[in-house]
């Protein structure tokens, strides 16, 4: 049985005492310890964070971050700095970061290499634009960036991975998939986890959907085989509706 993972990506959004505050609030009221928690804020709120959480099960994640150790790398951080301000996880190829600052298949690959350096568990993100869904490409898209992402990883650190399976044409949009057009994505990336490494190994992988996921849906979302968790943008920011979707 696979443990839930329910993640937010607060994206560009709080200052340091907004992030304090939403940490809190979710903490006072955490208590389904069935469900992983992980808390994404930027890189300037993750120490705050971290102060607040620390000894608690929930997680801290980062958004990103860059594969090499230092040096003259202007507006990077290193997985080092990452675990130096307490986080556990790390988000990689977010397809905002695809479409908005050149992340590429090969990118992902690094820096998941490097996350796993550091114990730093990836939630790694793949998904299809709206033209790709279209000219029904889907799957040959997400399977070209799991390929990518994956390239060189031995069976024993892919098993280390979260999956998020976030169509972008759901990502803050308001527009979800269906828990069935979801479901068939998410089987799809489990069969290619599968056939490229091991049944058993896929069948422990965690995958999320993210993309418009909200108290609302969120249940009928999570009912699906194959969805284990979510990676929640938009509905992450208040601590009452987090908590609705970890619940769920
Ligand atoms: P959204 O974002 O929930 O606001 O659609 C999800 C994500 O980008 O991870």
């Known amino acids: 049985m696979r443990k839930r993972i ?30 992983d928690v992980v808390l994404c804020p930027p890189f300037t709120n993750l120490y705050a964070v971290h102060r607040v959480i620390q000894g608690t099960p929930i997680w801290l994640g980062a958004q990103d971050l860059y594969w090499e150790e230092n040096g003259a790398y202007t507006g990077q951080v290193s997985a080092g700095m990452l675990t130096a301000v307490g986080c556990q996880s790390v988000i990689i190829g977010h397809s905002e970061r695809r479409q908005f600052f050149g992340e590429t298949d090969v990118s992902v690959n690094k820096k998941i290499k490097k996350a796993l350096e550091y114990k730093l568990t ?43 399976y ?47 996921m909200k108290p609302e849906n969120a249940a009928e979302l999570l009912a699906q085989p194959d969805i284990d968790g ?11 509706s987090f908590l609705r979707i970890v619940n769920a």
């Open 6 to 35: 329910v993640a937010g990506n607060w994206k560009m959004n709080t200052n340091i005492e907004q992030a304090v505050r939403l940490a809190q609030d979710i903490k006072a009221q955490y208590d389904n310890l069935a469900v």
């Open 122 to 164: 990836p939630i790694v993100c793949v998904g299809e634009t709206l033209e790709e869904r279209e000219a029904a490409e889907t799957e040959t898209v997400v399977e070209k960036q799991m390929k990518g992402a994956l390239s060189g990883l031995s069976a024993a650190d892919a098993a280390k991975l979260v999956i998020a």
């Open 166 to 212: 976030e169509p972008v044409w759901a990502i803050g949009t308001g527009k979800v998939a269906t828990p069935e057009q979801a479901q068939v994505v998410h089987r799809f990336i489990r069969t290619f986890l599968a056939e490229l490494y091991s049944r058993e190994l896929a069948d422990a992988i965690r995958i999320q959907y993210g993309g418009s």
């Open 230 to 240: 979510g990676l929640i943008g938009g509905a992450s920011l208040k601590a009452d």
